[in-house]
């Protein structure tokens, strides 16, 4: 199931949702309603980036840091 995990510019609310068709890729933050959301990449990126020395290599190649 192709679940994607989102968060509200305006609200910083974050939700996941369910996304089966490439019409549904912006939708409704559920706290404001809103459209001004942003599609988070991964979370398991962000936790082998906190984690000194703990996912090396392979897994590591996958992941771009924007910072
Ligand atoms: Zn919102």
Do not use: N
């Not at 706290?31 to 990126?45: L, N």
């Not at 020395?53 to 840091?65: D, E, M, N, V």
């Amino acid at each position: 199931m192709p679940i994607y995990e989102f968060e509200c510019r305006k609200c910083d609310q974050k939700f996941e949702r369910l996304i089966l068709s490439a019409d549904d890729k912006t939708p409704e933050c559920p706290e404001c309603h809103g459209r001004d959301v942003q599609k988070i990449m991964s979370a398991g990126c962000k936790v082998a980036l906190k984690v000194p020395g703990g996912y090396g290599g392979a897994s590591a190649h996958s992941c771009k840091p924007s910072g």
